[in-house]
């Protein structure tokens, strides 16, 4: 076993090809056997295996900085810089994370999980180090799909601009989560099969000479963007191959200004199943090594039903588009691309272009319905004031992996959304409890003209506790009035309240429970009443308290003299962990519903 002795990238630097090669596999084997077990992003890691040996051998990234684009990609890099042992633990509670961050090692340049910010950070690290008069190199590995987003492009821009030393490492694989998409995609795909070019590359092996190389170039392959942009483009190279990786990093090291290496990795490679079918095995759950089974759950969730749902409805309304950013498994807008696929847009890894197309839609008529996952839509705040408030356009967005989210971590948490949300005008935001509520939503939501937001985690949805329907813009559910203690709750936390209200109702305590589904607008009239009546209100939600629902009920409860009191993620980044157990930690959860519902009453007594 190589891979026993690998310790730090000092270790890699000084085994032979040979060695070299036999360590992919054995780091392969334990990507699969942890990602196997605790779930990870498969695919792409396995993809990069000998692309990372390949950087670690030739540069040296305690001094030199490896700067991962989303990070989802880092595993061989973690296992070689002394979190060997420690990935056993990835992606769990209180374990090593499934993505960079420097707070876990000095060797992780930066933090990542959100897509294309690499070339920006290129861009920081490259000026920081003329500023600081050091000498060190900045690589960025940015893959296809983080290509897609425009950030990228503002990277690369200055940094051409600059004309600083900086390699891009372009991780080019054909694939975001699903096929990438785009212009960018298919200049990619031609310039990666530009087989007259790498075939005679191949035949003529070593002795294909420089100059020669950068004839045939510009006979063979297209018009090269990069160049354009100001760097050198070097490629397409063979990922997969270590011998010409690291040949290539080598003489890359020694040139001087912005270079672009293309690199051309198969997305899964080395493991069957996952390179036959790489985006199910992008972000799997626990599967068994053998068949595959359990890589993706086959429970109902939010997003099933809301795909689903949108079908249904699309099927009636011809004014309803999906637009999705990248994401098409993710929030299930994949199930209209098979049925309606003109009404289909997928726009890349651009939560902007996607806001932006849907407010434009809307304007002409149409009914967008943009899925995007609640953490990714931060990166749209002003589409979602400039382009869609101001004229008040009727966007649906269906925010996915809203509230806390299992395994990703900070990045990723969707706990922003109520927040910002609430303070754009025009906006409604409705957040249903299970199933038979988003199907209620989304048809209020189709026949609204204001622009509607419709937030849900990656949970199961519920079958429905009450089946009563018919919903109203701004109307919540009383489900039963108190007179200590009145509970009002935002989406399917509302369970967890009505397993506190048992063991009120058990207790002798007179205690209320709303359901509010709307947090914009609430519903005044019903939440004043109930409060008057009880004089204490306690509110739960799965968002960030500052500037959130319970926050805004508050402000509005406090002209009345009830005391409200919120449940809700406090002022910190909530950390890694399945969302069940951060819940129970931060308080989201019938038992400090009770706690919490106790003192106060308790307290007044
Ligand atoms: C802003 C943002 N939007 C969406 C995502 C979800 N996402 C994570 S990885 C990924 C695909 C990345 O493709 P690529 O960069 O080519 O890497 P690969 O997985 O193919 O190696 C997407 C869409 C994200 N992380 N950030
Ligand atoms: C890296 C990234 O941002 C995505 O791959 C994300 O981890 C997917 O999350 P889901 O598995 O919830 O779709
Ligand atoms: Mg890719």
Known sequence: MILENINSPKDVKSLRINELKELSEEIRELIIDVVSKNGGHLSSNLGVVELTLALHYVFDFSRDKLIFDVSHQAYTHKIITGRKDSFQTLRTFEGISGYANPLESPYDAFIAGHASTSLALALGFVIARKLKNEDYDVVALIGDGALTGGEAYEGLNNLGHLGEKVIIVLNDNGMSISRNVGAISKYLARLRTSKSYVMLKKMLGKNFARKFKLALKELLLPNILFEEFGFTYIGPVEGHDLTELID???????LNGPVVVHVVTKKGYGYKLSEEKPDKFHSAEPFDFENGKGVSKDHVTF??????????????????????????????????RERFPERFIDVGIAE?????????????????FVAIYSTFLQRALDQLIHDVSILSLPVVFAIDR?????????????IFDIAYLSMIPNFVIAAPKDAFELKGLMSLALD???PFALRYPKDIAQDGFSKRFFLEIGKGEIIKSGTELTIVTLGPVFYEALKALEYFEKSGYSVGLINAIFAKPFDKELILKEALRSKRVLTVEDGIKRGGFGENLKAYLSDFGVEVTNIAIDDFMPEQGKREDLLKKYGISSENIVKVGVRLIEKKA
Not at 248 to 254: A, D, G, I
Not at 311 to 319: C, G, Q, T
Not at 362 to 368: L, Q, S, T, W
Not at 402 to 414: E, L
């Open 303 to 336: 997003s099933d039903v809301f795909g689903k749902t949108l079908v249904e409805l699309a099927e009636k309304d011809k004014r309803i588009v999906a637009i999705t950013a990248a994401m098409p498994d993710g929030t299930k807008t994949s199930y209209i």
């Open 448 to 450: 609204s003209d204001v």
């Open 248 to 254: 290539t990093f080598e003489r890359v090291k020694n």
């Open 352 to 368: 902007q272009c996607a806001v932006t197309t849907g407010a434009s839609l809307a304007k002409e008529g149409f009914k967008p």
């Open 402 to 414: 809203a509230g806390i989210v299992s395994d990703d971590g900070p990045t990723h948490q969707g």
